[in-house]
Structure formats: C-alpha cells, structure tokens
C-alpha cells in the first residue's frame, strides 16, 4: 500500500477501456465489460488499503476500518455503468475522487475513529434494464426481491437472474443493506452535466438539492379527415395542438417562478401517422422538473390549464396522464456547511447550486443524511464522448473530500 500512487488520470482512462464501443463508453450491467471493470475496481480498492468486495447486486464496495468498531460509516461514491456512447467522467469521477481521498489519508497517515466506505453503484442509468438507480435502492432496501425479479433487459433476463448468472446472490441483499444504524452519511461527487460552473470559471458547487421531476402525457384528440380535401378552417388537428404546446414552452417558464424549472417534450406519437391524413390524436410525453415540490405543482397546473385552453381553441378533446414522478431531495444542511468549509480551507471557491438530474444520493436520502459537489462540465457536455472534465478540478475535488473528512475527525 505504501508503495502504491492512485492516479486520477489513469484511472479514468483505464476504466473507460471497459466498454464495447470506441466512439464513447457504453457499459452496460452485468455484461463482461462490468465485470472487468467490477475486477479492476477490486484490485484498485485492495491496492489501497480498502476492505474490497462485490456485493450481491453489483456494487463494488471498500471499507477502511476506524478506530471505533461500533461507528457508523461515512459513505462516499458514484455509479460506474453508463449510457450509450458516454464520457468518461460521469459517475466515475465521483468514484475516482473518493479513492484519492482514500490513498490522501493513507499518505498522511490520517486515521480516523469513523469507518469510511467507498461504493461504486451499478446500474444507475436505467438504460439497459430500463429502471435507474437499481444498485443504490437494492442496498437501502428500497428495492425488494419481487423488484429486481421484475426489472428486465433488453434481452428480457431479470435483473436478480442476471446477478445470480454473474456469481452473486441477490436474495441476500438484505445483509448488505445500508440504514440508520450503520452509517452517518453519504456524499456524493459528480460532474454537473449543465454549463453552470463552466461558464462562472468556478471549480465547485455544493449541492443544495435535486430537483423535483414528473413525466406527464399530454393527449390531444381530434378527427382524422383527408390532408387534401379538408380546408384549413375546419379541421380538428391534433398535431397542430401538441406543436402549439411546444411552441408555447419558452412563455410557460417565462412566467413560471423560478429560474430552476425545465420542461422537456422529448417524445410524440401521432396517429394515423400518415402524411396524406390529418392527425386524429397527438400523445405528447414531457418531461417537468424544478428544484422544490412546490414549484413543480404549480408549474404543472400552467402547463394543463394552457393544454385545456388550447384543446378547446381547436375543438379537440385533451387527456393527461402522470407517468411518474420524483421528490425533490434537499441536501442536508450541516453537510452542506461542512463541505463549503472544506472547500475554503483546501484554498478552492465554491458556489452553492442545484441538481436537475437525478444521483443516487437521492436514493440514499431515505436511509442518511445526504451531500453533493458538483464539478465543471466543460460546456455542459455530458452522456456524449466529448463530456469532459480537467483534471485541475478533479483534483480540487478530491482535495476537498479529504478536507471533508479530516475536519470530521478533528470535530
């Protein structure tokens, strides 16, 4: 252990070789590329210090002992699976951070009275078993067996079979499970994926919440007519509703309360489909986030009252559906503090700001206390290879955990 230097770089570049596409990392989990990254995480723990294992669902978990056994732990991790073609800092730049903090206070010397865990989370994404944040709700108990038997890939394996076909034993999750009674907390490092830092030539930001998010349909109902034959004054289109909406977008923010909220139409299904028919019903799915739950209720009353007034503009009929829907998550307060007076001490400004994406430290909200830092995107590149973070900052980053930790144990 003594002999061995972590490099943030070089980890980064190795991890990102785990991946079946050039252009970008894809790695999906359960599939052999996760489980050569599962074996160089082992490997990377162990050389520094760490207790190391996979638990049953994937995650990559290493434990340094404190000097109190009956302490709770202090969590600290990412994600390691991807999107499709990602870069190579999402998820990974937290986990990379966290494990210099680790070989920092092997370096010097530093031991603390707390445990501290290191977890790298798989399946965050939701991309290949099309539910996000497996990993960290299996191991906060909010993920019951009946779940992971539920939640299927493309290739319509489950995900407990595909954990049962890696070597592991989901059906004792249970025993691996964090809550109140072991840990302290946890925190969570991430690159922004926004611009924010970026653009204000600022090396972090101390996360104060995640945003609220629901996917609602919006369905417009009109009358399928001929595209020819029809004049313009008397059709019913659908399609010229769910285009009203969208066009009326950037005026519902405008008026909105808060410079926090997004709206996002990013799917549409028009019926008959066809270019000689007028469309007969428009289904519009939009995503609506904003950084309270306050907030996001009366944005999402805007957006029906606008859809009801222009369904009756065109003598159409409108229906609207909630598909789903997320809390938004405070950060914790104290550890909001802790983590700025870190950043100040290790000589590094920081601004408070909020998350519009999702992390797992939302997920691990229900069990602990939760804290975030955000890096620079560089011009809020992120799920895309050009996503990129310097390492100048990455370093600053893991500067400041360690910080972090070393004023913990000096409280």
Do not use: W
Not at 32 to 55: C, F, H, K, W
Not at 362 to 384: D, Q, R
């Amino acid at each position: 252990m003594d002999d061995y230097s972590f490099s943030i770089a070089a980890f980064l570049e190795d991890m990102a070789s785990f991946s079946t596409t050039t252009d970008g990392v894809t790695r999906f989990p359960c599939t052999p590329e996760s489980l050569q990254a599962r074996e160089y995480l082992i490997n990377t723990m162990t050389n520094l210090g760490l207790e190391a294992y996979v638990d049953h669902v994937g995650n990559v978990r290493g434990r340094r002992q404190g000097q109190d056994s009956q302490a709770k732990a202090l969590v600290f991790g990412s994600h390691y699976d991807s999107v499709r073609n990602a870069g190579k800092y999402d998820g990974l730049a937290g986990i990379a951070c966290s494990l210099k903090m680790v070989d920092d206070l092997n370096r010097r010397h530093v031991h603390t009275e707390f445990p501290i865990e290191i977890i790298a989370l798989e399946a965050e994404e939701g991309c290949d078993f099309k539910s996000p944040f497996i990993g960290s709700k299996a191991v906060t108990g909010l993920f019951s067996l009946d779940d992971l038997k539920q939640v299927k890939n493309t290739e319509g394996v489950d995900y407990f079979t595909a954990c049962q076909q890696n070597g592991l034993f989901p059906e004792a999750i249970a025993t691996q499970q964090y809550d109140a009674q072991n840990t302290a907390a946890f925190v969570e490092l991430h690159i922004e994926q926004a611009a924010k830092l970026d653009q204000m030539g600022i090396s972090l930001g101390i996360v104060s919440a995640i945003s609220a998010l629901r996917r609602v349909r919006l369905s417009f109902f009109g009358q399928a007519n001929h595209a020819g034959a029809t004049p313009m004054d008397q059709r019913r289109d659908a399609m010229v509703a769910a285009a009203g909406f969208i066009h009326h977008i950037p005026a519902l923010l405008d008026a909105h309360s808060t410079d926090s909220a997004t709206i996002t139409a990013g799917r549409i299904t028009c019926l008959p489909n066809r270019a000689n028919i007028i469309p007969a019903i428009a289904h519009l799915e939009i995503d609506v986030r904003d950084v309270s739950d306050p907030e996001l209720d009366a944005l999402h009353r805007q957006i029906i009252g606008y859809c009801e007034q222009l369904a009756e503009t065109e003598g159409l009929r409108f229906e609207t559906e909630l598909m789903g829907e997320g809390p938004a998550v405070a950060m914790d307060d104290a550890l909001q503090r802790q983590l700025g007076a870190a950043a100040e001490l290790a000589g590094h400004q920081a601004v408070p700001i909020h998350s519009g994406a999702g992390h797992d430290a939302g997920i691990f909200a229900a069990v602990c206390p939760v804290g975030m830092v955000f890096l620079p995107s560089e011009k809020g590149f992120s799920h895309n290879p050009q996503e990129h973070t310097d390492n100048a900052h990455l370093e600053a980053g893991a500067e400041v955990l360690t910080q972090f930790i070393v004023n913990m144990e000096n409280q």
